[in-house]
């Protein structure tokens, strides 16, 4: 995305990714149900190493990392606003 980008359209875009992106973690979830406790945390363990190595290769190490920082950094405020 470059700063000329018509903020409308900006929008438009977060909004439908958003919307994906949400669409596909409950989706996710639904899945991850059908695993027994003792074999979830081996199937999330593959899946996020699967997506970082993802990162890595479209983005190189550095950008990767920052870009999976911003993302969690966004996880943890959204679940620190489910506890209050």
């Known amino acids: 995305m470059t700063?000329?980008?018509d903020p409308a359209k900006l929008a438009a875009f977060r909004a439908r990714r958003s919307a994906a992106v949400e669409t596909?973690?409950?989706q996710l979830e639904e899945w991850l149900k059908g695993y027994h406790l003792g074999d979830l945390g081996?199937?999330?363990d593959a899946m996020l190493e699967k997506v970082i190595d993802s990162?890595?290769?479209l983005h190189g190490p550095t950008?990767?990392?920052d870009f999976i920082e911003r993302a969690f950094r966004r996880r943890v405020e959204a679940y620190k606003?489910?506890?209050q």
Request: charged share 40%; glycine share 0%; net charge negative.
């Open 3 to 5: 700063d000329d980008m």
């Open 24 to 26: 596909a973690r409950q």
């Open 42 to 44: 081996v199937v999330e």
């Open 55 to 57: 990162y890595i290769e």
């Open 63 to 65: 950008d990767a990392f």
């Open 81 to 83: 606003r489910t506890l």
